[in-house]
């Protein structure tokens, strides 16, 4: 029976980023033969140390979300004095920080928009630690946000981390939006613009739209 050779860590690695890369930038119809050659190995040692396709795939999402979460400062979001800020300073933080990590990037929203190649039971599978780990981010978040509110007793918390979760999220996509068309805005004091428009949207969200 023939020996079975050991396992080289910086071949294995070296597929792995390119899996990464090639599945960011083409979805789960990526070709095996070109993230070999994106590798520099063999096709045969990509299946060798990931057996098949989907494995590979799974391995991929979780390199990129290891990537991500091994530098992500979530500081970023807890340390801000109020909710503006954060939202500011936490999009423009996301928005670099995906220019930095382009292809992971690119496969972690292509989880989230549930990519229809991806067999389905794989689909699932990514998703759901995909999900987790928003879920946990987005606890982490809201529970330092809320904290730090004046919020009516009468209010439900659940429903408040809803409406919060909502909020955050649509004004981090006005954020974001913004910031990619105008990347040459690194200071906070030149983001007046989208700052004014966040306040407005504060504003309603702290005193409503009824006149007293």
């Given amino acids: 029976m023939a020996k079975r050779l050991p396992r080289d860590p910086q071949k294995e690695q070296a597929i792995l980023t390119a899996a990464v890369q090639e599945f960011g930038k083409r979805g789960y119809r990526a070709s095996t033969d070109k993230i070999a050659e994106v590798a520099d190995v063999s096709k045969g040692s990509v299946f060798r ?3 098949n396709k989907q494995h590979l795939y799974y391995a991929a999402v979780k390199q990129a979300i290891d990537t991500i979460m091994a530098v992500v400062d979530l500081s970023v979001w807890t340390d801000s004095q109020d909710l503006v800020s954060m939202i500011i300073r936490a999009t423009k933080y996301k928005t670099e920080l995906s220019h930095k990590f382009p292809f992971e990037f690119e496969l972690l929203l292509r989880v989230y928009s549930n990519d229809s190649f991806v067999p389905k039971p794989m689909r699932e599978k990514v998703f759901g630690m995909f999900q987790k780990l928003e879920t946990d981010l987005m606890n982490t978040i809201l529970t330092s946000t809320i904290s730090q509110l004046d919020i009516r007793p ?3 918390e659940a429903d408040v981390r809803d409406y919060l979760k909502m909020f955050i999220g649509s004004m981090s996509q006005m954020a974001q939006t913004y910031f990619e068309k105008h990347p040459e805005i690194t200071k906070m004091e030149d983001m007046g613009e989208v700052i004014d428009r966040v306040k407005v ?4 969200l702290e005193n409503g739209i009824r006149a007293r």
Avoid: C, Q
Avoid at 201 to 204: F, G, L, N, P, T
């Fill in 201 to 204: 949207y504060m504003d309603i």
């Fill in 49 to 51: 140390y990931f057996d």
């Fill in 154 to 156: 009468e209010l439900n």
